[in-house]
């Protein structure tokens, strides 16, 4: 009888548990619990009441500030207060410029500018100048001016 048992046994198939769409099912979720997560994560900032430009208002004519523009070409141009035309100056007469520009004025301040061809690498020099000179006022203007202006 034990022989008549096993030939029963022999026309049934095993159970078999199929990994890859399991695997896809998992890929899956975990997708979808990272952009959840990434989702609930909120941007931290820091309120910054920044001022307002007035339109009407006119550039200070007395303001001593320098406008220190480098072009693409190597050139630099000096210009002092708003209403001074640029001057073409050479880099290595940026230092003694404002060396001489510290020692006038109180409260020096410089605003490096760049064309809109202008190389990063002239700017951080004009840069250098600037700290070794031991002006502290430096801005950087971030729009675009056109060469000599």
Known sequence: MSGSSSHVDDGKKKARIEIIPLIDVIFFLLATF???????NKIASIPVDLPVANPNSQPNPNDPTVYLQVSDSGNCYWKQGVGSAPELITVAEIAPRLADYKNREANPRVLVQGDNKARFGAAVLALDEIRKAGIAQV???TTVQPTGK
């Open 34 to 40: 990272v952009l959840f997560t990434l989702s609930l």
């Open 139 to 141: 801005s950087v203007q």
